[in-house]
């Protein structure tokens, strides 16, 4: 439960079906750009379709750690997804338990 609530917080707009969509996401062109950016997260990675053979939950843990993931610019607007200190790492050792990869290196 810890872990999927820092995954929606941090994660879950642009890799579930449980998209938060903010206002400017209904004005052009900067919809396009929002819409682009969900599509390709659901495309690499997306817990609300676990089932498609695409879904790249290794990697998951790793990008994360690397901070790879959010991205810069989905935290600017998106500050509460800015996970430090023991959320970071909780999150951290969730997606490990959950996916797999190596996110203890």
């Known amino acids: 439960a810890q872990t999927r609530g820092l995954f929606m917080r941090a994660c879950g707009d642009c890799h579930s079906h449980e998209t938060v969509w903010p206002w400017y996401s209904n004005v052009a062109p ?4 929002v819409q682009r950016d969900v599509d390709e997260g659901r495309e690499k990675f ?23 993931m959010p991205m810069p610019i989905y ?7 800015k996970l430090a200190g023991v959320d970071r790492q909780t999150l951290l050792t969730g997606l490990v338990a959950t996916f797999g990869g190596e996110g203890d290196d």
């Open 30 to 33: 900067v919809s396009w750009l």
């Open 46 to 68: 997306n817990v609300s379709a676990w089932s498609q053979s695409h879904n790249h939950g290794d990697e998951a843990a790793e990008t994360f750690q690397n901070g790879e």
């Open 75 to 81: 935290l600017l607007t998106h500050p509460e997804a």
